[in-house]
Structures are given as structure tokens and as C-alpha cells.
């Protein structure tokens, strides 16, 4: 098992509209290809106008598959192509995680 971890930074006042774009166009679209994330947060103290959220999935090439099915979407394409027109977002970043052997994700 494998967890997608995303961090997408909004240039100041910006991560609202991102946000509703998102939540309107792009979160049913991955809900569709990639299921529902593990987790999806915003920051509330510290570096703040970042979200974070965590898409799990049983290995890479399980992502690999189910993203390239969500990229190869015209409606998709037009999706990511309107995040950066709109011009919210200032960093995206992305890291691979795997558990740690003592942690029990199914507590």
C-alpha cells in the first residue's frame, strides 16, 4: 500500500476560488477515477493557503493506472488547464508514502 501525498499552495486569498473549482470540477472527476481520498485538509496554523490531501492506493502501478485513465479525460485535460488560467496556485508538490511496518491502518 502506497499513499499519494499532495500539497497544492494558493497564491494569498486565492485558495477559497481553488477550493470551489476544485470541489465543483475536479473532486468528482478523481472520485471517479482514483475513488474518494484518504484524507483531504487545509492548513489552520502555520504556513497557511495550502491544502493537503492523501489518495491511497495497493501500490504504483495501481496509481500509475488510475491516473493515466484520469489524464488521458479531454474533460480532465480542460479541468487542469482552467487551474492554470486561472492562475490560483502558486506550488503544487507531491510525495509517495508508504506505512510504517508498525502502524495498523486498519485501527
Known amino acids: 500500500m502506497i ?4 500539497t497544492y499552495t494558493a497564491k494569498p486569498n486565492m485558495l477559497p476560488k481553488f477550493l470551489k473549482l476544485y470541489e465543483e470540477v ?3 472527476m478523481q472520485q471517479h477515477y482514483l475513488g474518494q481520498p484518504f484524507g483531504f485538509f487545509q492548513t489552520h ?5 495550502r491544502t493537503v490531501h492523501l489518495w491511497k492506493y495497493d501500490s504504483l502501478a495501481d496509481r ?3 491516473r493515466d485513465r484520469m489524464e488521458a479525460d479531454p474533460e480532465w485535460q480542460a479541468y487542469r488547464l482552467k487551474v ?9 508538490q507531491n ?4 506505512p510504517v ?4 491502518l486498519d485501527k
Open 3 to 6: 499513499f499519494d501525498h499532495r
Open 26 to 28: 475536479g473532486l468528482p
Open 45 to 49: 496554523i502555520g504556513d497557511l493557503s
Open 64 to 66: 500509475e493506472a488510475r
Open 84 to 92: 492554470i488560467e486561472t492562475d490560483y496556485l502558486l506550488n503544487m
Open 95 to 98: 510525495q509517495i508514502l508508504k
Open 101 to 104: 511496518s508498525f502502524f495498523n
